[in-house]
């Protein structure tokens, strides 16, 4: 986990606790899924899968939808 921002690593320990679900991470107005979760879901539900800087050297696969939808 070394490299990655805070808030990654936040995630992927989570992720370690749960790797049989999809986690959606909330962050502001938007339930954000990363890595295998994004690609798996962006397909699924049929929304954009984008890429944010996660603190390592290469993107991170991003998916989102709002929280209130």
Do not use: N, W
């Not at 805070?6 to 909330?26: G, N, S, V």
Request: glycine content about 8%; charged content about 25%; proline content about 4%.
């Amino acid at each position: 986990m070394a490299g990655y921002t805070p808030m990654i690593q936040q995630y992927l320990k989570i992720k370690a606790e749960h790797q049989d679900a999809f986690l959606f991470f909330r962050l502001g107005d938007f339930y954000e899924m990363f890595f295998e979760d994004a690609k798996k879901a962006s397909q699924e539900l049929e929304i954009t899968l984008t890429s944010r800087d996660g603190g390592a050297a290469e993107k991170i696969p991003m998916c989102g939808v709002p929280y209130h939808s």
